[in-house]
């Protein structure tokens, strides 16, 4: 009797505990979704970190939508920017090619409700929430580094970069304190290539045809490698003058074991996305207590900034690193 009485306690308990469940409002509500607007999505960079976002958004149980240009073009990113907050998103990832473009827009967008984290690019000046991302002065110190060695510390050399981009112009600032250290290097040009490998391509071409003593050649941004070690192979200088690149896309790997890119400064555009996420899901459900909500707390519960790291990668290890790569789970598109 004692055992049916256990019984039959033990199955209430348990219809109870599932209805009660079934009662209970889901944490993520249908309506919940998310945007990341990026300056270029074509570019093998921002696929990667579209990767993260989405591997996210499948882990969290959220939609999220990945957006931005074509092309270069900041004033398109930023039109882009401004009919995700117009959509009313639970929030907004953004890398602003020009942060004082952004600026009005990403304060304007958060004093609406909207948290907006910055990714990959900061507008420090702007209501942003925080910035996740490399601490690009760190990633061009050690570009300049790695670039010093191989050319023993003197010679004549071009950086590849975007100026006026706030990432890019820490990885320059982070350079220029390294040169301090080699007074023997020269920076002889500052290459703006726009975002297009074509036209590093192009400059990187016109300075071996005119015989500019080159020594070695630093590019900031992603595109600049593939770029330079596209037009020194053409020319028969592959491998003759040092390229230290950005990034790991597809082609800049490619040239690292063609020899024409000697090393690279990958950086981790899939765990700033993935994280990025997070961190807004944290923010649009108040999961920080330190205070009741962050849209009215006096500072903001989360972290000011996420530095996401770097890697070299040379071809000492670029086997490992993309067979790394090649195990990480396929999974659909959402």
């Not at 009313?88 to 890398?95: F, Y």
């Not at 304060?107 to 507008?123: F, H, L, N």
């Not at 490399?134 to 003197?154: C, F, P």
């Not at 706030?166 to 250290?181: A, C, I, S, T």
């Amino acid at each position: 009797m004692k055992s049916m009485i256990r019984a039959w306690i033990g199955c209430a308990v348990l219809v109870a505990t599932l209805f009660s469940a079934s009662c209970q409002k889901p944490f993520h509500e249908e309506t919940e979704h998310y945007v990341f607007v990026a300056s270029n999505v074509t570019l093998p960079y921002w696929q990667d970190a579209k990767a993260g976002l989405m591997d996210g958004a499948r882990t969290l149980g959220v939609k999220a939508e990945f957006q931005g240009p074509a092309t270069y073009s900041p004033e398109e990113e930023l039109d882009a920017f401004k009919k995700a907050v117009d959509s009313n998103p639970s929030g907004i990832l953004v890398s602003p090619a020009r942060p004082e473009l952004f600026n009005d827009a990403i304060s304007a967008a958060v004093k609406k409700g909207i948290p907006v984290i910055c990714i990959d690019s900061d507008a420090p000046d702007s209501g942003r929430i925080l910035f996740v991302g490399t601490v690009n002065y760190h990633a061009g110190m050690q570009s300049a580094e790695r670039l010093a060695t191989l050319i023993h510390g003197e010679g004549t050399i071009i950086i590849i970069t975007i100026p006026g981009q706030q990432n890019l112009d820490e990885r320059m600032r982070g350079v220029q304190e390294v040169f301090k250290k080699y007074p023997k290097i020269k920076i002889v040009e500052t290459v703006d290539d726009k975002g297009d490998p074509r036209q590093a391509n192009d400059q990187v071409s016109s300075m071996v045809e005119h015989k500019q003593k080159l020594d070695g050649i630093l590019c900031l941004e992603a595109s600049g490698g593939p770029g330079a070690a596209e037009a020194l192979h053409r020319l028969d200088q592959a491998g003759k003058i040092p390229v230290v690149a950005m990034d790991k896309n597809p082609e800049t790997l490619d040239w690292i074991e063609r020899g024409a890119i000697t090393a690279t400064v990958a950086q981790k555009p899939y765990t700033m996305a993935f994280y990025g996420l997070k961190f807004l899901d944290d923010l649009h459900h108040n999961i920080v207590h330190e205070f009741k909500d962050w849209k009215t707390a006096p500072v903001s519960p989360l972290p000011t900034s996420v530095d996401t790291g770097t890697a070299v990668i040379d071809s000492s290890n670029l086997a490992a690193f993309r067979a790394a790569e090649a195990a990480r789970p396929k999974q659909p598109s959402m």
